[in-house]
């Protein structure tokens, strides 16, 4: 009898073990297509686009090929939503907000108009265009702020799709290494000097990567400057986050639809308070060696790649053809134009 009763926790422990383990290893191979879109990003071409965007067209090839890993689900869902949020946590150390608010006041009002005429303009260019409403407000924020942070910051705060956050995603990453690149062959033949280069550059590209890859050769001073003028649209990510809540809500409120009230995303708190850490608390109160802030921001990589893997293992081909070519017009068209209108006014 006692050999008997012995057996039954041991059973119930190997039921336990199972989905833990599957979700280890769902968690564990949306890191190893990251580590692989991380050799990716040294080969020639990769290297303009970088590990995060290597690693999302990895995940939609493998889907295509392989299907998706059903067994390990619950794993790739935990990076995708959890792993996400919490990478945006953490990639709020990148914004210095005692920079913005002496040296980039004025950039900060222009940033304020550029996200407000990319937002306004991809959701016109959509309805003209009859794109898909869901992915093309993503790639407008996604255009205006931040790129793949803003979009993965909103989409739960929209309610949209995991597949149309990775398409959002996939679309930013593209069109604004294509730019970037194109910023580089321009510069020599632009009548700017560095400074205004650097400032048109924070002003227009999507990603902070996008900036720092056109602005660099142009000089420090031109990559200074163009960052700051990008962490200016980041902090930006703040007000209108808190902003589509309110809409959001109101929105359900009319349509009495109390049930589907919008939840506050309690991570953007956090992407705040390491805000204020990173800008007011590190280096007065406490001190964190740039050793230790480096590897924090590699790590944030890793998390924000990891969580883009398992996005694109959400999108089949079929999708990208039916729902993405027509808000990726509008939003070449939109990048062109945001190009264009920010050249005048630098």
């Known amino acids: 009898m006692e050999a008997k009763k012995l057996k039954i926790p041991e059973q119930k422990n190997a039921t336990a073990l199972a989905p833990t383990l599957r979700w280890a290893l769902g968690v564990g191979f ?27 067209v990895l995940a939609i090839i493998y889907r295509q090929f392989f299907g998706y890993p059903e067994a390990i689900r619950k794993g790739i869902t935990f990076s995708s939503k959890k792993l996400l949020r919490f990478a945006i946590i953490l990639y ?10 002496q040296d980039g006041l004025m950039l900060l009002v222009r940033d304020a108009g550029v996200i407000t005429f990319a937002i306004l303009l991809m959701m016109w260019l959509a309805k003209l265009l009859r794109a898909d409403k869901q992915i093309a407000i993503l ?16 989409a739960p ?26 910023y580089t062959i321009l510069r020599p033949i632009l009548p700017l000097s560095s400074i205004e ?12 990567a996008h900036v720092a890859l056109a602005a660099a050769p142009a000089g420090e001073a031109a990559l200074a400057v163009g960052l700051l003028a990008k962490l200016g649209r980041v902090f ?14 109101r929105r359900k409120h009319i349509q009495k639809d109390r049930a589907a009230k919008i939840d506050f995303p309690w991570f953007l708190l956090g992407f705040i308070f390491m805000s204020l850490f990173g800008s007011y608390i590190n280096g007065n109160y406490v001190h964190i060696s740039g050793h230790w802030m480096s590897g924090i921001a590699t790590f944030t990589s890793w998390c924000l790649t ?9 999108i089949s081909l079929h999708d990208l053809r039916t729902k993405a070519w027509r808000p990726l017009l509008a939003l070449i068209i939109t990048s062109l134009c945001l190009s264009f209108a920010v050249l005048f006014i630098v």
């Open 30 to 56: 949306t890191f190893v297509l990251a580590f692989f879109g991380f050799l990716f990003a040294y080969l020639p071409g990769f290297d303009h686009v970088g590990q995060m965007a290597s690693a999302i």
């Open 92 to 101: 709020g150390l990148k914004l210095n907000m005692d920079i913005i608010f």
């Open 139 to 154: 790639a407008g924020i996604g255009t205006g702020v931040c790129g793949a942070a803003a979009i993965a910051a909103v």
């Open 157 to 182: 705060i929209l309610k949209t799709k995991d597949e149309d956050t990775a398409i959002g995603v996939a679309m930013i990453a593209l069109v604004g290494t294509i730019f970037s690149v194109a």
């Open 197 to 208: 280069y650097g400032i048109w550059s924070g002003l227009s590209l999507h990603e902070l």
């Open 236 to 249: 930006l990510l703040i007000p209108l986050s808190l902003l589509l809540i309110f809409l959001m809500n």
């Open 306 to 314: 990891a969580a883009m893997v398992g996005l694109g293992l959400n």
